[in-house]
């Protein structure tokens, strides 16, 4: 356990559907990151929020949509996806991206395989 | 952002030590190496992390030699569940978040 959890851990949804990924971190921690990881691909960061606040989209398109209401919690809200969004969604966490700690070692969850059909 | 350069794949054999190595030339002053390893269909995790010299944890030992612009993970006798992709990555903070396509282990009896 790296006290970060996901849920759910397997989504299976239309391309017409809308649904949430949860992330919950239980670290103290004030940044939180999303990142998407298609089959035989590296890691794509997606989005960071530091303090609730987001410092980075990394080119992401419209339909995620992250939420951060506090330092503990991150959602990325999915609608109108495609196929091609089939990937492993990872949270993860790390203390703070502006505290000049340079060894912010980031906690990762389980991750949310989805499939959009 | 320091470029990292790993093998794409390495195999070896339960009991044996394995050594891995990153290039990352363009390291700048501040910036740290963070070795992460991930298993299938789950988060990467934590490994170790160093910014001069040599750094050894319960888990592995990561040496970096005085130019720095290089890093070598060291696995003493591996098991099957090391298998797994080790990401090498270079920066600080929030600069410290590009993963590559890391080094495939595969451990076989």
């Known amino acids: 356990e790296t006290g970060v959890t996901q849920t759910p851990r397997h989504l299976v949804m239309g391309m017409t559907n809308k649904k949430s990924l949860k992330c919950e971190q239980h670290l103290g921690h004030n940044a939180m990151y999303w990142y998407k990881q298609s089959a035989k691909k590296p890691l794509e960061l997606m989005f960071v929020y530091n303090f609730k606040e987001q410092t980075e989209n990394n080119s992401v398109p419209s339909r995620f949509s992250p939420e951060c209401p506090n330092s503990s919690h991150l959602f990325l809200h999915l609608h109108t996806l495609q196929p091609e969004d089939s990937a492993l969604y990872l949270c993860?966490?790390?203390?703070?991206?502006?505290?000049?700690?340079?060894?912010?070692?980031?906690?990762f969850g389980p991750g949310t395989r989805l499939t959009v059909l | 952002l320091a470029k990292t350069t790993q093998p794409i794949s390495m195999d070896s054999y339960e009991g044996q030590e394995v050594n891995i190595t990153c290039s990352h030339n363009?390291?700048?002053?501040?910036?740290?190496i963070t070795w992460y390893q991930q298993f299938p269909s789950q988060g990467p995790r934590f490994i170790i992390q160093?910014?001069?010299t040599k750094v050894t944890n319960e888990v592995a030992s990561l040496f970096i030699p005085a130019d720095r612009k290089s890093s070598t993970l060291s696995l003493p006798r591996v098991s099957l569940s090391d298998t797994a992709v080790y990401y090498c990555?270079?920066?600080?903070?929030?600069?410290?978040?590009?993963f590559g396509g890391g080094t495939r282990l595969m451990v076989k009896p």
């Open positions: 363009n390291i700048a002053t501040n910036d740290y």
């Open positions: 990555l270079v920066g600080w903070a929030g600069n410290m978040l590009t």
């Open positions: 993860a966490s790390s203390q703070d991206l502006l505290s000049g700690e340079r060894t912010d070692t980031q906690y």
């Open positions: 160093g910014y001069k």
